[in-house]
């Protein structure tokens, strides 16, 4: 795809090895395992700003801050367990937004499964507290067992006007979102 970040969730010790198989063309990798079947990580052209690499715990959230033409930029990845009955409003309440709302001034370019509808809390409360949108127009990302209903779970947020491609799967159950992400000089 040639993007310049790529965000990635659910790494397992089975795919990590393709961390390292792609650290020629994202030289900039900075990863948050949890145990052997989970993780988050962010992959980067750019450079990383030294020190601002970042995990939650539990499990949720992949942090870097980069280096960009137009200023520093924060790049996050993120994966949240489903809505009730599971955890995921307390995960999103007690680990997410509080994580992000501390993070120091910067643009937010997030981008992961957050098992919920655009619609849904989960979506609106990280878009208010990272001071972001989602970007483009909503697109199946995945087929909800048993029936195969595709609906759209994966989404890109970002500072600025944007679109996306939903791209193949390539092993996973979920199909993989390229977004193109206007980032505007900040005044």
Do not use: K
Request: aromatic content about 6%.
């Amino acid at each position: 795809s040639d993007a310049d970040v790529v965000t990635l969730a659910e790494v397992s010790l089975r795919n990590r090895s393709l961390l390292t198989q792609l650290s020629d063309t994202y030289p900039y990798q900075f990863l948050c395992p949890l145990g052997n079947r989970l993780g988050e990580a962010v992959l980067s052209r750019l450079p990383m700003v030294p020190g601002s690499g970042f995990c939650t715990d539990p499990d949720a959230l992949a942090g870097m801050m980069i280096e960009t033409e137009v200023g520093p930029v924060w790049v996050v990845a993120l994966h949240v367990s489903w809505p009730w009955p599971y955890a995921q409003a307390r995960q999103i309440a007690q680990g997410v937004l509080p994580r992000l709302a501390g993070l120091e001034p910067a643009p937010v370019v997030l981008g992961g499964d957050f098992n919920s509808v655009a619609w849904q809390n989960s979506v609106r409360s990280v878009e208010r507290v990272t001071g972001s949108r989602r970007v483009g127009a909503l697109r199946p990302t995945f087929a909800l067992p048993p029936l195969g209903l595709p609906i759209g779970i994966d989404h890109v947020l970002g500072p600025g006007r944007g679109r996306i491609t939903v791209m193949p799967g390539l092993g996973s159950d979920h199909n993989g979102v390229l977004a193109e992400i206007e980032l505007l000089p900040r005044p």
